[in-house]
Structure formats: structure tokens, C-alpha cells
């Protein structure tokens, strides 16, 4: 499975942007698909995810409200960022999960695309 993330950009604090990331391989509808985002000088940190079998989105709480993830039946996987903060910066990654295995956990995640650059600036 080869993911590609894309819709990173530059914007304005309370701007929008919307990722994309695309899947091509052999992939499962029941696979967890995930947002990832790192910050320079951090660790790489969980921001949302959507379940296979129920497709139940979770969100940290630092995007919650503002964030929306969503999937098509092509597994593509997309998230919808709202008013975005300088705080929001970071490389965002995306990730899939083999089928029952969900979570924040960096590591339930098999496969990861290579990152999409956003910059929120003040």
C-alpha cells in the first residue's frame, strides 16, 4: 500500500485547508485511516482518525470542532481543517491500520504516506 498525501499550503490564522491522501495497492474498507501531524523539534502526535467497520471519527481535543475527517469508498482519505492557528503548523502525515487494529498509537500504523507541508501564519 502506497499512500500520498496532498493540500498542504500556506495560510492565514482562521483559514481553511483540505488534505487529501490517496491510496493505491491492495487496501481494505476496514482499515483505520489516520491523521498524523509533527512539529518541528516534537514528537509526531495523533490529530484524527476513522474507524473501518463503523467509520467513527476520532479527534484530539486540540482540533476537535475545527477538524473533520471523512473517507470515500476508494479509501481516500481527507480532512477538512477549519480555522486554523499558527499553532496548526506542522508536516501532516497520513496513515492506515490493518483491519481491528485502531488507536492514537504511532506505531498500530502500518503504512504512512510522506507528509503534506501546512504553515499557518499570524
Known amino acids: 500500500v502506497q499512500l500520498q498525501a496532498s493540500g498542504g499550503g500556506l495560510v492565514q490564522a482562521g483559514g481553511s485547508l483540505r488534505l487529501s491522501c490517496a491510496a493505491s495497492?491492495?487496501?481494505?474498507?476496514?482499515?483505520?485511516l489516520a491523521w498524523f501531524r509533527q512539529a518541528p523539534g516534537k514528537e509526531r502526535e495523533f490529530v484524527a482518525r476513522?474507524?473501518?467497520?463503523?467509520?467513527?471519527a476520532y479527534y484530539a481535543d486540540s482540533v476537535k470542532g475545527r477538524f473533520t475527517v471523512s473517507r470515500d469508498v476508494r479509501n481516500t482519505l481527507y480532512l477538512q481543517m477549519d480555522s486554523l492557528k499558527p499553532e496548526d503548523t506542522a508536516l501532516y502525515y497520513c496513515?492506515?491500520?490493518?483491519?481491528?487494529?485502531?488507536?492514537?498509537?504511532?506505531?498500530?500504523?502500518?503504512?504512512w504516506g510522506r507528509g503534506t507541508l501546512v504553515t499557518v501564519s499570524s
Open positions: 476513522i474507524n473501518g467497520r463503523d467509520r467513527t
Open positions: 496513515a492506515f491500520a490493518y483491519s481491528g487494529i485502531t488507536g492514537a498509537a504511532v506505531a498500530n500504523y502500518a503504512f
Open positions: 495497492g491492495r487496501t481494505s474498507s476496514s482499515y483505520t
